[in-house]
């Protein structure tokens, strides 16, 4: 499919690597706004040693512009069910630098984590937004078939 550089970037998705760190805290930062989240530092810092160690079921992929500056990321969590017998992927974060918005980041870091599932024979990649979230729902929506029907409800512990 022909883009025109207005529209679309030349994007690589992979996963994360350690020298990344100093590029992705800032969208980390800007992602936790968007959310009203205030992270502690020392959370923070445990997220990026999850991000880092191999064995971790939090893992996390990047985009990246023909230049190599990260335009955004997604952090997903393996995990077994009690439904089947293959591990399923939890999206838990997404996020889009807002200077390369509407530009095909999103969709190509979420169809990068579709071919993994693919690939490694997850059971199925599930996540959730907030309702009032349209920008990000447009998205979800010319992706997938929609919404499953399931509410979440959450009690803090």
């Given amino acids: ?3 025109t550089e207005a529209t679309a970037l030349e994007i690589k998705i992979e996963p994360i690597g350690p020298a990344d760190e100093a590029a992705w805290r800032p969208l980390w930062d800007q992602y936790c706004a ?3 989240v205030s992270v502690d530092p020392g959370v923070t810092s445990t997220l ?3 991000l880092m160690d ?4 939090v893992r ?9 500056r990260i335009l955004g990321f997604c952090h997903y969590v393996l995990h077994p069910n009690t439904w089947g017998v293959s591990l399923i992927c939890y999206l838990e974060d997404l996020f889009t630098d807002p ?3 509407g530009r095909g980041v999103g969709r190509a870091l979420i169809g990068r984590l579709v071919a993994l599932g693919r690939e490694q024979g997850w059971g199925r990649i599930y996540w959730h937004t907030q309702e009032t979230n349209t920008t990000a729902r447009r ?5 997938t078939d929609g ?3 399931f509410v979440r409800y959450v009690i803090r512990a």
């Fill in 34 to 36: 968007f959310y009203q």
């Fill in 1 to 3: 499919m022909a883009m």
């Fill in 54 to 57: 191999p064995t971790s079921a």
């Fill in 60 to 68: 996390a992929l990047v985009a990246r512009g023909a230049d190599g």
């Fill in 48 to 50: 990026w040693t999850r």
């Fill in 99 to 101: 200077a390369a918005r």
């Fill in 147 to 149: 919404a499953d029907g």
């Fill in 139 to 143: 998205l979800y929506d010319s992706v």
